[in-house]
């Protein structure tokens, strides 16, 4: 009788290991009740014409993303606390940091965590024309995405979550997905994301997956940097033979490489790295078409605190 009850105890310990382990092995926006991230975002972006540098500018962003478990879903409050500009060795101007000091957006997630609504933006960011000179208000606009219908945070926040959600990890694994990226006049290209689990590891004894993004307005560019066959990345995004070659052979071109570790059980990022390079040709002053070239590096840390101020573990 005792050894039956053992084998029973037993069995039941290895039955909900195994679905414990399995559920841990499954991408679930799952960040709590309520947390707090501390994000610096530190970018570099190159501009050059042809290949003649023009100019550098550095740039360090802190937010403060807070997270809160609500009846219909999730809560997200992102707030803007300071951000930082240096042209070369110029001193960046204070007053940048003044006029986004209180810029808020605000998402409301449904419960498995995708953006349902269209972001609110507070009223902060109409103070940059007054405070840093005419136009930078529309210019911060266009960047953020602030005041169409979707806006370039809601977009970026489904484009992260959108194509893990549900999905078990295994390495090796591609997944896929579409999104709009701007080009140097604002304008969006059409973006084909190819999303690759490299790694995965245990931090805390809690799964860590690592994510390479490789980002392209040229589908027939994702075979070299992939390395997935013609007939993979048509089914994938759906292209017919023709729109393939039309997208290919534009004059601009953006790609974008990001290496991103993120919890399984959480869907909250961990670290983040990235790479860009946006390809324009545009007609100069004396109307001689040219090359524009950006690059631009970007680095993200992420901070998780409780409301109490301890620091969160996910």
């Known amino acids: 009788m005792l050894v039956t009850r053992l084998l029973l105890s037993l069995l039941v310990f290895l039955v ?9 092995a499954i991408f679930t926006f799952n960040p709590g009740n309520s947390v707090t991230i501390d994000i610096i975002e530190r970018k570099t972006t190159s501009h050059m014409s042809d290949s003649t540098a023009l100019f550098s500018v550095g740039s360090e962003a802190i937010a403060s993303l807070s997270i809160v478990k609500t009846g219909r879903g999730y809560w997200v409050t992102d707030s803007l ?7 070369g060795s110029d001193t960046p101007p204070t007053r940048l940091k003044e006029a986004f000091q209180t810029s808020v957006v605000v998402l409301e997630l449904d419960n498995n965590g995708l953006a349902l609504e269209v972001p609110e933006v507070d009223s902060s960011l109409n103070r940059l024309d007054t405070t840093i000179g005419q136009g930078w208000t529309s210019i911060m606009q266009k960047a953020r995405g602030d005041g169409g219908e979707k806006t370039q945070k809601a977009k970026q926040w489904n484009r992260r979550l959108q194509p893990l959600l549900g999905k078990p990890v295994e390495v090796g694994t591609y997944f896929f997905n579409e999104g ?17 689990v490299v790694d995965t590891s245990r931090v805390n004894d809690v799964l860590v997956a690592t994510l390479v993004i490789e980002s392209h307005s040229r589908p027939g560019d994702l075979l070299r940097v992939t390395g997935l066959d013609a007939t993979v990345i048509a089914e994938a995004f759906d292209l017919l ?5 039309n997208l290919d052979t534009v004059s601009s071109l953006a790609h974008v490489r990001t290496e991103r570790k993120v919890t399984v059980r959480s869907m909250m990022p961990q670290s ?6 946006v390809l324009t040709r ?4 004396g109307g ?10 970007s680095e993200m840390t992420f901070e998780y605190r409780h409301d109490s101020g301890r620091p969160a573990h996910k």
């Open 16 to 24: 909900a290991h195994r679905t414990a382990s399995a559920n841990d």
């Open 81 to 87: 606390l300071d951000f930082v500009l240096s042209l």
């Open 180 to 196: 709009e990226y701007p080009d140097l006049t604002g304008e969006p290209f059409r973006f084909f994301d190819v999303i690759r």
């Open 241 to 245: 033979p023709e729109e393939w070659e």
């Open 272 to 277: 983040e790295k990235s790479e860009a390079e």
């Open 282 to 285: 545009r007609s100069d002053i």
């Open 288 to 297: 001689v078409e040219v090359t524009v070239r950006l690059i631009e590096v």
